[in-house]
């Protein structure tokens, strides 16, 4: 199953809201409240219908009016594209299934398409989200394990939930050895309520003897009333008979007074069924009388129409004549179009032949070759010759420009050669140097004392600028002092303490001090004296290179500068000569290979044109054009003997028809002559008179026909209707209508006697007794003297009930004066009320442990028959995940908890493993059972920011996971943007609409 498109009418804050173009690895981002947990949620509405108002889960209901719901686009293996769309109407909405074949349906099509997966099954094994890991961050010990087995069990916590539910309500009702539970505490009650009441009874010897005489009191007056009562139905019996025995024996009387009248067999309503056939043969008599007058009729008036039989023979060849004539007057314009368009091909050929000065026969033509294949080879060719006329010429310029850049390159290298300095010249020029002073390192000199006089003159500035801001901040601290100190001289004067006053006296000393010491002896004094001693140097300098010395040292440098660069311009020159001499060889080369490829391409004009049957200096210059002229005139010279032959052919049925229509007027017609059409019209009219005639008499024989099928089926009712008497007067054992009448008679009185006998039959049944009861009771000889005995024993026995309830009535008092006598009776109520709600507890306490029984019996069976699948499935994952670090997941031997295995073969209880493995091992428990226990459901995984505690080598790993599942689409939702990093920009879609930026790697 995979979703393609998304369209939300209205649904939470989303409102005609259109994701389409899905893919297999879909990522949903946005930032929060950007709307992913509301596509989720959207999703499973339109899957499995919208949640009620009594559920706590949120409905997303539209804030601002639009219409509730949407629809999704699906694809499903198997069934093709559904469009599922879902609105609201009954609780979980209206939804509509449209099929791409189709085919349309509701909640039973969706059903089946969803395989009948519910929405509880669906989010725990297809859909989760960053709770179940909140679950695995919260969870201690015991209880992380089992939530690991229930999450690989059912996809959530749920089971471990249950069994957790269940251990708790058990626990509050009792555990074994506690004092607060509430069964514990009860029977603590109990055994004491128990010892007091036995302490009581023995108070109360005589109550239990009394109580022992009241039962037996009690189940006397039970007896009595029993034998009562079926003294009671006994006699309502015998009485019933009383009323009912005289009927039962007249039933009997006139059963056998029927069983004596049988005298034969009658059939049943006999004599309505002779009166009925009577009644049904006098008018087939007067009917077959009629029809045998219609028919003389008939038969006399046929006879006197006579079709012609000679028109009606040929009557075939007439209407096809007639079916001809207007493809006879198609042929015949046919073959005069195509005589005008055989003179047009004719011309249009010649004019062809004009064009290639030739006069080839029609089979040279045909033996040209001007199939698709020769048709690329000419134009190939006339394209290879084209291209070598436009390669001669480029080779042509390109010759005449290598020559002259040659040309050009040893001219100039002449010229250098010619400035050169001779050896003899150079070497006396360089001797002459050595022996003055070099002028550059004079130049070198100076520069440098002149670097060193701008460092001295930047650093005697520096040096001014800091003794300045010295002599500012003394400045600034003595009048900090002074102000101090006429601060303590204000404040003696004021409250006259001397001692204040004295105390500023140190301050004006150190004024005085900051003001009268000298500065220190700051280095720009030595800087000075060194800037002096460089300028002089400087000036001694540019004394030596203005002197004659050292200008005739330059103009000799000058001179072994140029010739240097000279000679390094003759080494470039020798370098690019060698390079232009290559390339003038390339153009020689390449005009040999041209050559080569010329005589190739005429060689191969030279045999086109001879297969073409052309001359060769055509070929040569125009083979493509000659080629298609040749297959244009191949063409007309076909297309024209092709209506040469449509010509003759339609000539050849034109005279066909004529023949046709001539024969037909010779062998019909008084008068042979006229067109052909003229003719036809004239067989046709008179094959429509001789047709007119022929219907009017088969019209007069299929009535005659019907007639005597009538007569037929009259005379067949009339012996059927004999048939039918004579079985009557058989069946009733009479020979003649007179003799069955009589014994029609007897049956009829037979069968009133049976009718009283049924109404008496009625009135028995009526009755309270039975069949058998009745034949019981008609062997009593005496019925009223049992009746009399019925009633004498009833008698009796209301006698004696009122004594013993009289008793019963004793006894009770005195019990009840016993126990409203004290302690007893209060403990007996409070001992059976206490142990009435201690057994109300334990049945409730042992539902909870069948229940609890159930669960572990389960989950033992789920350990067993499916967990291995869904395990190696899951240590697969878990293995890619961790890096090989963990390698297995095994079960506990007992109870619902699992062990981890690290690659080193040690284990750990979930509880002993970091927060970001146990994520790992419940997404990898998760992943397994939607690829292991239900691989047969292909529906979409969806995720909703479920890996943001891993780092970035986890979540690589984790997408790599996902990417690799076969058969399940991913749907990703994330407000982590630097998770994008591992998806390409088709697979991300923003929720707020922009271009997702994907983080640089």
């Not at 300028?535 to 004659?548: F, T």
């Not at 045999?607 to 125009?622: D, N, V, W």
């Not at 040469?644 to 004529?658: L, P, R, S, T, V």
Request: charged share 30%; net charge negative; aromatic share 6%.
């Amino acid at each position: 199953m995979k979703i393609l498109e998304i369209h939300i009418y209205g649904y939470g804050k989303l409102e005609d809201a259109v994701y389409s173009g899905i893919g297999d690895f879909q990522v949903f981002f946005g930032e929060n409240e950007a709307g992913k947990s509301t596509i989720m949620s959207f999703i499973h509405s339109i899957l499995f219908g919208f949640p009620s108002r009594q559920q706590a889960e949120l409905r997303y209901e539209p804030k601002f009016g639009a219409k509730y719901g949407g629809r999704i686009t699906v694809s499903f293996p198997g069934r093709g594209k559904a469009v599922i769309e879902r609105v609201k109407g009954k609780s979980a909405g209206d939804v509509s299934v449209v099929m791409e074949t189709g085919e349309r349906g509701g909640e039973e099509l969706l059903g089946e398409l969803l395989s009948h997966v519910d929405k509880t099954l669906f989010q725990a094994i297809f859909s989760f989200n960053l709770h179940g890991l909140q679950n695995v961050h919260s969870m201690k010990n015991e209880e992380l394990s089992k939530f690991l087995f229930s999450a690989g069990a059912i996809g959530s916590d749920r089971l471990a939930a249950a069994e957790n539910k269940i251990q708790k309500e058990m626990e509050g009702l009792f555990r074994p050895g506690g004092k607060i539970p509430v069964l514990n505490d009860q029977l603590k009650k109990l055994k004491q309520l128990h010892a007091d009441l036995k302490k009581a009874e023995q108070k109360n010897g005589q109550y239990w003897a009394m109580a022992a005489e009241r039962k037996a009191a009690a189940a006397r007056i039970e007896s009595l009333r029993n034998e009562a009562d079926a003294l009671g139905a006994r006699l309502y019996q015998l009485e019933e008979w009383m009323r009912m025995g005289p009927v039962h024996k007249k039933v009997q009387l006139l059963r056998q007074e029927a069983e004596a009248g049988t005298g034969g067999r009658f059939p049943p309503g006999g004599l309505e069924k002779l009166e009925q056939l009577n009644q049904n043969e006098i008018p087939l008599k007067g009917r077959d009388a009629s029809l045998s007058d219609r028919l003389a009729a008939l038969r006399e008036e046929a006879g006197k129409i006579s079709p012609d039989q000679l028109v009606l023979d040929h009557e075939k060849e007439i209407l096809s004549l007639h079916e001809k004539m207007p493809a006879y007057g198609q042929l015949v314009q046919q073959a005069k179009q195509a005589s005008y368009k055989i003179r047009k091909l004719e011309e249009e050929s010649d004019q062809l032949k004009d064009r290639l000065h030739l006069r080839l026969s029609d089979e040279e033509l045909e033996q040209a070759d001007t199939s698709i294949f020769m048709q690329e080879k000419t134009a190939e060719a006339q394209r290879k010759k084209q291209r070598l006329a436009e390669k001669r010429a480029e080779l042509d310029e390109r010759f005449s420009e290598e020559k002259d850049r040659l040309v050009s390159l040893e001219e100039e290298l002449n010229q250098v050669n010619a400035a050169l300095l001779p050896d003899e010249e150079l070497g006396e020029i360089r001797r002459r140097l050595a022996g003055e002073s070099d002028p550059e390192s004079l130049l070198r000199k100076r520069e440098d004392l002149e670097g060193r006089s701008a460092f001295l003159k930047n650093a005697i500035r520096h040096d001014k600028a800091s003794q300045q801001k010295q002599r500012a901040a003394v400045k600034i601290q003595a009048l900090m002092v002074a102000l101090i100190c006429a601060g303590l001289i204000a404040w003696g004067l004021a409250d006259s303490q001397w001692e204040f006053m004295l105390a500023a006296i140190p301050g004006f000393a150190f004024i005085a001090w900051l003001l009268l010491k000298k500065e220190d002896n700051s280095p720009s004094g030595f800087l000075k004296e060194e800037l002096i001693s460089i300028e002089k140097s400087m000036e001694e300098l540019d004394e030596r290179i203005k002197s004659p010395q050292a200008e005739g040292a330059f103009y000799l440098k000058e001179r072994i500068e140029k010739d240097r660069q000279l000679r390094e311009r003759q080494l470039q020159l020798n370098v690019r000569l060698q390079q232009q001499n290559e390339q003038y060889d390339k153009v020689i080369a390449a005009f040999e290979i041209w050559e080569e490829e010329s005589a190739l391409a005429d060689s191969l004009l030279a045999e086109l044109g001879r297969q073409l049957f052309i001359p060769a200096s055509l070929a040569q210059s125009h083979v493509h054009d000659a080629f298609m002229l040749l297959e244009k005139l191949k063409s007309v010279r076909r297309e024209l003997r092709h209506e040469k032959a449509e010509a003759a052919a339609a000539e050849k049925a034109a005279a066909e028809i004529a023949g046709l229509a001539n024969r037909l007027a010779e062998l019909i017609l008084e008068e042979a002559g006229g067109s052909v059409q003229e003719t036809a019209f004239t067989l046709k009219k008179r094959l429509l008179e001789a047709q007119g005639k022929w219907n009017e008499l088969k019209s007069k024989e299929a009535a005659i026909q019907e007639l005597k099928e009538e007569k037929e089926q009259c005379v067949r009712e009339l012996a059927y209707i004999s048939e039918e008497k004579e079985k009557l007067f058989l069946t009733a054992e009479a020979d003649t209508e007179g003799d069955f009448i009589e014994k029609g008679i007897h049956a009829v009185k037979q069968e009133e006697l049976q009718e009283e006998i049924r109404h008496l039959d009625r009135q028995l049944k009526l009755s309270s007794l039975t069949e058998k009861e009745r034949v019981e009771f008609s062997a009593i000889p005496a019925p009223e003297a049992e009746i009399a005995r019925c009633r004498e024993t009833l008698d009796d026995i209301k006698k004696e009930l009122p004594q013993l309830q009289d008793k019963v009535a004793s006894l009770n008092h005195e019990i009840a004066m016993i126990e409203e006598g004290g302690l007893y009776s209060d403990l007996l109520h409070r001992f059976s009320l206490a142990k009435s709600e201690f057994n109300e507890g334990a049945r409730k306490w042992a539902k909870y442990a069948l229940a609890r029984k159930l669960l572990e019996n389960t989950a033992e069976a789920y350990k067993q028959e499916y967990m291995p699948e869904m395990l190696g499935k899951a240590e697969e994952f878990l293995s890619v995940l961790t890096g090989g670090h963990y390698v297995r997941i095994t079960p506990k031997e007992e109870g619902a908890g699992l062990l981890v295995e690290k690659g080193d073969g040690t284990l750990f209880e979930a509880n002993e493993l970091s927060q970001a493995t146990a994520e790992q091992v419940y997404v990898s428990i998760r992943l397994a059972l939607a690829a292991a226990i239900y691989k047969r459901y292909s529906f979409p995984i969806i995720i909703d920011d479920s890996f943001v505690n891993f780092d970035h080598v986890r979540t690589r790993r984790m997408i790599e996971l996902l990417r690799g599942l076969r058969g399940h689409q991913i749907l990703f939702f994330t407000c982590q943007r630097h998770l994008l990093e591992h998806f390409h920009p088709d697979e991300a879609a923003d929720l707020q609409g922009r271009k997702v930026q994907l983080a640089d790697n």
